[in-house]
């Protein structure tokens, strides 16, 4: 999916946070967005998501403006993400039940994200009770089960330990060569931009 | 003194006995708040949730006209129900005044504002967080106040186990619309307050024991839920 913004200006009060006068986001490739704190990253990322619509400006999505069709093939996993208050298995299984998935095709797309990201383990473990690096994965998993056009990533690895931060990165870069999904990832980590990235935003 | 420790032995005696007049209190309490908690939950959890989330300008004077709500006095939902359903009212020919169904309506109508209200608070504080993620998984609307429902539901049982204990407490909207009639319409608020007026307590004590564990039984089963959850 490929975003168009153009003429991006985002307040709080009297603040201005964002200033983007044009910025594209190339279908198929992975976007690293890095600055200081403060810059409006994960403010810019809520905008891309439709979660914030109090902007000025225009964000197009293949062309189009933001609809539900839009918002259907897309998804944001959070620096602290919020998993319901069910087993791992649900979790996942959320968004392929809301698209009306038989039970069938939805235990095999299960099945296979959970051996990728090497959660096999945990598909029956309540998941608002597992540590940070594990509730990441399960995010993404969430994220990346009912195949999105375009994932979101505010500072997916933020605060977890070394070994969950490769998994997740390998994740990502084979979500992007395999089912060729757009991916903006918000990271202060430099390094990670340069691994994952095909092009840096420096805000 | 005498009179108060009589009253308890009596009222421990009816209770062991199992007393018919009792029984019949009881169930017809239990049957008309029970139904009442029902219907309110039904009609006011989906909107509260909706209105919790939804952003719109007045939003502030809605929290506070919902907020006054809760704390309407049940002799005003009584004589609003009663007016309703007496003969010359627009559901006059229903026939209901003085029926169970009547008092099922009231307390349906009184704890609506209360399951609502509390409802609404919880969502606002923190139906948000649930509300973005279902956003970004591609919930419609309807998913999302269901899912808001499910991750939330151990404070909304709460709110619904208060919203009973208003309703199987009140005595102001079931005496107005019910009448208090012996073995149709008398509940155990309604006999507490007639017992009361006519000096016989011992069937007073014994109902308002039985209040008290209704009530502790409940919050007690919600307890123990809350802490498996």
Excluded at chain 2, 34 to 49: H, N, Q
């Amino acid at each position: 999916m490929r975003i168009h913004i153009t003429k991006l200006k985002k307040y709080y009060g009297e603040r201005q946070v964002l200033d983007i006068d044009d910025l594209i986001f190339e279908e198929h490739k992975i976007t690293a967005i890095t600055g200081p704190n403060g810059c409006g990253k994960t403010t810019l990322l809520n905008i891309i998501a439709g979660l914030d619509k109090d902007y000025k400006g225009e964000i197009r999505y293949n062309g189009f403006y933001l609809n539900k069709d839009i918002t259907d093939k897309m998804t944001l996993v959070f620096q602290k993400p919020y998993l319901f208050k069910r087993s791992v298995y649900e979790n996942i299984e959320y968004p392929l039940k809301i698209r009306g998935l038989s039970k069938d095709i939805r235990n095999k797309k299960i099945l296979d994200i959970v051996k990728k990201l090497e959660i096999e383990d945990l598909l029956e473990k309540r998941a608002h009770l597992l540590s940070g690096g594990e509730s990441q994965k399960v995010a993404l998993a969430r994220a990346l089960v009912f195949e999105p056009d375009l994932l979101l990533l505010d500072e997916p690895t933020s605060n977890i330990d070394p070994d969950a931060v490769a998994i997740l990165e390998r994740e990502i870069i084979r979500f992007n060569e395999e089912s060729k999904g757009t991916v903006i990832i918000v990271t202060h980590n430099l390094e990670q931009s340069k691994r994952l990235g095909h092009r840096i935003v420096e805000m | 003194m005498n009179y108060i420790l009589e009253g308890f032995k009596e009222a421990i005696r009816l209770l062991i006995s199992l007393d018919k007049e009792v029984l019949s209190i009881v169930s017809l309490s239990i049957i008309v708040s029970t139904s009442a908690t029902i219907f309110a939950s039904i009609i006011s959890i989906p909107l509260a949730v909706y209105f919790g989330i939804k952003k719109f300008k007045a939003k502030r004077l809605f929290s506070r006209i919902t907020y006054t709500f809760m704390s309407i006095p049940s002799v005003i939902v009584g004589l609003v129900v009663a007016i309703i359903l007496s003969r010359k009212g627009p559901f006059g020919h229903l026939n209901l005044l003085y029926t169970k169904n009547a008092m099922i309506i009231a307390q349906t109508l009184l704890v609506i504002p209360l399951v609502f209200g509390l409802t609404y608070g919880l969502t606002k504080s923190r139906g948000d967080v649930i509300e973005r993620i279902a956003f970004t998984l591609g919930a419609n609307k309807w998913d999302t106040i269901v899912l808001i429902i499910r991750e939330l539901k151990v404070d909304i049982l709460v709110n619904i186990a208060t919203a009973f204990s208003r309703a199987i407490s009140e005595v102001g909207a079931v005496m107005i619309v019910g009448g208090n009639i012996k073995g149709y319409t008398r509940v155990m608020t309604t006999t507490i307050s007639m017992m009361n007026s006519m000096g016989d307590y011992p069937m007073a004590i014994a109902l308002g024991i039985i209040l008290l564990l209704i009530s502790f039984i409940i919050h007690s089963l919600i307890y123990s839920y809350n802490r498996e959850d």
